[in-house]
């Protein structure tokens, strides 16, 4: 198992800010690279894949970065809807997410 | 737009094997170059990529579930199945199926997931 290591493990912000989630693997994993936005008693949904193409339908504030082992998932404006978990997923050998970021309202 | 759809018994005994399926409407399981996948979330913990079954009926297994779990296909019924065998509490979560598409695998669609506990 590839295990991907996320950080932080929670955030407070406001609407408003700009914040920015960081993925580790520890190979290079070229662009297999997916981040999900989840919220309870939601299914989760899909927002970056292949590192930093945008899913159709997702908002323009979200955008995805990387370079083979480290990934960013940016939120450029925090809107009241965006406060949710955030999970990357790695594809490049079978599939696992990160522990998760809970980003919250401070 | 293709639709998931989660079913099975929501309470399992220890020890016997937890069975759901995924139903899918707006297309056909074989119709294109999908993995179809289940995932589950704990209470109280992240998600669980647990595995997939491609259109051929090919499959790739978590190692974390492999002694364990069996996913199949019926495209007859347009639906996929999980078998998940020997339970215990710490399988008690939220299950969920999903489609994997593009050359990355990306889960791109969902169901709204099942909650199965595990109980006598």
């Known amino acids: 198992d590839i295990l991907m290591t996320q950080s932080p493990s929670s955030l407070s912000a406001s609407v408003g800010d700009r914040v920015t989630i960081s993925c580790r693997a520890p190979?290079?994993?070229?662009?297999?690279l997916n981040w999900y936005q989840h919220r309870p008693g939601k299914a989760p949904r899909l927002l970056i894949y292949?590192?930093?193409s945008l899913q159709s339908g997702v908002p323009s504030r979200f955008s995805g970065s990387g370079s083979g082992t480290d990934f960013n998932l940016t939120v450029s404006s925090l809107q009241p809807e965006d406060f949710a978990t955030y999970y990357c997923?790695?594809?490049?050998?079978?599939?696992?997410f990160g522990q998760g970021t809970r980003l919250e309202i401070k | 737009q293709v639709q998931l759809q989660e079913s099975g018994p929501g309470r399992v005994k220890p020890s016997q094997t937890l069975s759901l399926t995924c139903t899918v409407s707006g297309g056909s399981i074989t119709g294109g170059r999908y993995y179809w996948s289940w995932i589950r979330q704990p209470a109280g913990k992240g998600l669980e990529w647990i595995g997939r079954i491609y259109t051929s009926g090919s499959t790739n297994y978590s190692p974390s579930f492999k002694s364990r779990v069996t996913i199949s296909l019926d495209a007859s019924k347009n639906q996929f199945s999980l078998n998940l065998r020997s339970v215990t509490g710490a399988d008690t979560a939220v299950y969920y199926c999903a489609r994997d598409a593009g050359y990355t695998s990306y889960s791109d669609s969902w169901g709204q997931g099942t909650l199965v506990t595990v109980s006598s």
């Open positions: 292949g590192e930093s």
């Open positions: 190979e290079h994993i070229s662009n297999y």
């Open positions: 997923q790695q594809t490049y050998s079978t599939p696992t």
